[in-house]
């Protein structure tokens, strides 16, 4: 008995259950046996399009050959996010991946900024970043940038379709062993005396039985909350925001390596840009704006022609109280929602796929490795949680009572302490484990209006003929090195056009 190979079941095949079951068939190919469960009838969420740069971490792991996957999903490249409206209306900031000019000595980049600033001697953040410079000029590049000694290099994340991405795994994953049963799980059996899950029990009367289940049913978390009642702490007070409707639009010819988020009256619009077409989306609060009108809102912001009905999804931010409970880790939608405002739910996924590689159980369960991994799930949710707050929290918007709202809120402590050491003298902290650096922390806060009131005093030793140079020079170099890469659309069709 103690031979038999460990079980392993994910229920459900959306985004979340074929990238666990991708990196279990690459990771554990002996000693376990994965099955994938999934019911065509009740099919995914289908949304889903942007991603962060940490996605190479996941797809090199697989050892996935970037073209090919870029092909497979009808994806283009992104640099970073546009901000629209957030600030204020009429106002842009962007949100770029990579650093934000050169750090000198001590000193963060942005103290040297924010002094110049002070002086009249720089301009926008923006100005600083490779990645703003190509992504606003429309240019994309691989590897180091050409001046690699005065630049950094440009990292990127993809757009992509999130259903050709599961169907992509989902071959890569049957290919190294892994068993898909279609069927609908009708019911969840549970162990007498432990209570842990015993069997998913299916429409056609078989019983699925393993020694770990993953829960990646989606938002309704059938193991891990209608099975076992876990429990959903609410993050809705911070994050009014409940629905979303989706129509996807024929490509446009303004093909930008970046996604933008437009805020409107009671929430934002997405506009991101593939292959074969564009995804649009809006995210609204129900208690400020009807169906209606978050549809007309969508439908007047699209810039080509939708190519289907708009679909509306409900959601509730927040997440499980425990992501893995008894024999039970909830993966994907199951574990928790933040709307899609920085492209973190793929992360997620990932990041709890690799913590529970490295938690792996045995035969037994460790309470102390569930304790683990609970803990440094909800730190990492509670940190992107404040990140994405941050948007909605400082804005100077007071056009409808939503941002009013917004701007009035109380901020999870965490957050506004974060907002109190920028403000003083330009201080930002990472600690080690979470997601967002300290560069991505700075475009944020200062695209949101926030500026601190001084800066650190060693920013103070250079003189101010220098700190002009320096800032002029960076700018120019970005904008240089940006205007010597490929226009995006070229380079999709050079290297990994569908
Ligand atoms: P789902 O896609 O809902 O899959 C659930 C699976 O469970 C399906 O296969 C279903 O058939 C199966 N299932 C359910 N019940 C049963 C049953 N009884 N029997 C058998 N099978 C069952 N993420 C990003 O990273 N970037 C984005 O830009 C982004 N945009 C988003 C926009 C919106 C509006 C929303 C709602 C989400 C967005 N996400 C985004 C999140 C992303 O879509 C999800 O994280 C991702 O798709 C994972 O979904 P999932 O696999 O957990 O759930």
Redesign the pocket.
């Known amino acids: 008995m103690a031979n038999h190979p460990l079980r392993i079941v994910i229920?459900?095949?959306?985004?979340?259950?074929w990238m666990a079951a991708a990196t279990f068939a690459r990771f554990l190919e002996t000693g376990y046996e994965i099955d994938l469960?999934?019911?065509d009838d009740?099919?995914?969420?289908?949304?889903?399009?942007?991603?962060i740069p940490q996605i190479h971490l996941f797809n090199d792991a697989l050892g996935l050959d970037e073209d090919a996957f870029l092909r497979a999903t009808g994806g283009t490249f992104k640099l970073g996010i546009e901000f629209v409206d957030w600030f204020k209306p009429g106002h842009r900031y962007m949100h770029a991946f990579g650093d934000v000019g050169r750090d000198v000595g001590l000193l963060p980049f942005h103290q040297y900024w924010l002094r110049a600033r002070s002086l009249g001697l720089a301009g926008d953040l923006g100005a600083y970043s490779l990645n703003t410079h190509a992504a606003l000029a429309e240019r994309m590049q691989r590897g180091p940038a050409r001046t690699a000694r005065t630049l950094p290099s440009m990292p990127y994340a993809y757009h992509f379709d999130?259903g050709l991405y599961a169907r992509y795994l989902r071959r890569y994953s049957e290919t190294r062993g892994v068993n898909r049963i279609e069927?609908?799980?009708?019911r969840v059996t549970r162990d007498g005396d432990s209570g842990d899950v015993s069997g998913l029990v299916l429409e056609n009367g078989t019983t699925v039985a393993a020694d770990l289940y993953i829960d990646?049913?989606?938002?309704?978390g059938?193991l891990i909350e209608e099975a076992l009642g876990t429990g959903y702490e609410d993050w809705t007070h911070w994050l009014p925001c409940d629905r979303?409707i989706?129509v996807p639009s024929a490509r446009s010819e303004k093909f930008t390596p970046y996604t933008r988020s437009t805020a409107h009256a009671a929430g934002w619009q997405w506009r991101?840009p593939l292959q074969h077409r564009t995804g649009n989306?809006v995210?609204f609060s129900s208690a400020h704006m009807s169906e209606d009108e978050a549809t007309a809102t969508l439908l007047a912001g699209l810039d080509t022609p939708a190519k289907a009905d708009p679909r509306t999804?409900a959601?509730r931010t927040g997440r499980r109280k425990r992501m893995w409970n008894r024999n039970v880790v909830a993966?994907?939608?199951?574990a928790g929602?933040m709307e899609?405002l920085e492209?973190?739910?793929?992360?997620l996924?990932q990041s709890a796929i690799a913590r529970l590689l490295k938690l792996l159980p045995g035969r037994v369960i460790a309470e102390a490795d569930r304790t683990e991994f609970n803990r440094q799930s909800d730190f990492e949710y509670e940190r992107i949680r404040d990140f994405i707050i941050l948007h909605y929290k400082a804005t100077a918007r007071d056009d409808t009572p939503f941002w009013r709202q917004c701007r009035d809120m109380a901020a999870p402590d965490t957050l506004a302490a974060k907002i109190d050491l920028w403000r003083g003298n330009g201080h930002i902290v990472r600690e080690h484990e979470e997601l967002f650096t300290e560069v991505g922390w700075l475009q944020v806060l200062a695209g949101q209006g926030i500026m601190p009131a001084g800066h650190h005093p060693l920013a103070d030793a250079i003189s101010t003929s220098d700190l002009g140079e320096f800032m002029d020079t960076i700018d120019k170099l970005n904008a240089r090195e940006a205007g010597q890469m490929q226009d995006h659309a070229a380079f999709v069709a050079q290297h990994c056009a569908a």
């Open positions: 229920a459900g095949g959306g985004t979340a259950g469960i999934e019911s009740i099919g995914t969420v289908g949304v889903g399009e942007a991603t999130a069927g609908k799980i009708v990646c049913t989606g938002f309704r059938l979303a989706a991101i989306g995210v999804i959601f993966l994907g939608l199951a929602f899609p492209s973190t739910s793929i992360h996924i």
